[in-house]
């Protein structure tokens, strides 16, 4: 079990990482970043969490909040596994 908590905080750390990435190369480049091959590349990854979340988040919610809700959601989701882990 505490293997499988330490994997699921791993992989969500990544997601998080790339999608803080994502954003800091989105102000440093401006409206340029669609032609950037890192900005594209962590689109690409973070793609799957981004989808899943516009799916889960109600319809009003606009699509630029988006990237923003799901690394807010994989920050709380790290820090939960964190203390989670500490009873296991």
């Known amino acids: ?15 998080g990482l790339c999608l803080l990435g994502q954003g800091v190369l989105s102000l440093i480049a401006g409206a340029g970043r669609a032609r950037n091959p890192i900005y594209r590349f962590l689109a690409i990854l973070t ?31 790290w820090i939960g596994l964190a203390y989670l882990r500490t009873f296991v």
């Open 1 to 15: 079990m505490f293997f499988l908590i330490g994997a699921l905080r791993a992989v969500i750390e990544l997601i």
């Open 47 to 77: 793609a799957p969490p981004r989808q899943l979340v516009r799916r889960l988040a109600p319809t009003p919610v606009p699509d630029a909040f988006i990237p923003p809700l799901t690394f807010l959601i994989a920050l709380f989701s």
